[in-house]
């Protein structure tokens, strides 16, 4: 991590390097965590584009804990997988958690999104064990 210019650098499984700009809110959550701690930055499909949804410490909780630090109330949106995979239609509708600026919830769901406040999404992203930390939320 380097505060300087509020990024994340990290090397993945094959050996690339990437690095992310985050706010400074979202720097000052992951000052607890260490160099070699293991990371996931999760993406949203925007058009042709990726968005960084999500930065995520796998093993940093007991369960799928969601942190708010997008800077605005937002939905966590959670649902189950359907025929092994997230982001399809369920039986069962999803489950909405409002989560204030600097919130948290956990889901047992096996899928989940993120929304502004008052609106929705598929629950594509799959959930796991740890702590991930919200910085943007799409419909």
Known sequence: MNESVNGVAVVSDDGQRMAWQFDK?????????????????????????????????????????????TGQRVDLVSGPMVNGVCGQPAETPPHATTLPTGGRAETADACWCCAPAGRTCTPANKTGLGMAFLTRCYE
């Open 25 to 69: 809110a979202v720097i000052e959550k992951l000052k607890g965590f260490k160099p070699g701690d293991p990371v996931v930055v999760i993406y949203r499909e925007r058009g042709s584009d990726k968005a960084v949804t999500a930065i995520a410490f796998p093993g940093a909780a007991a369960s799928p804990v969601y942190v708010n630090t």
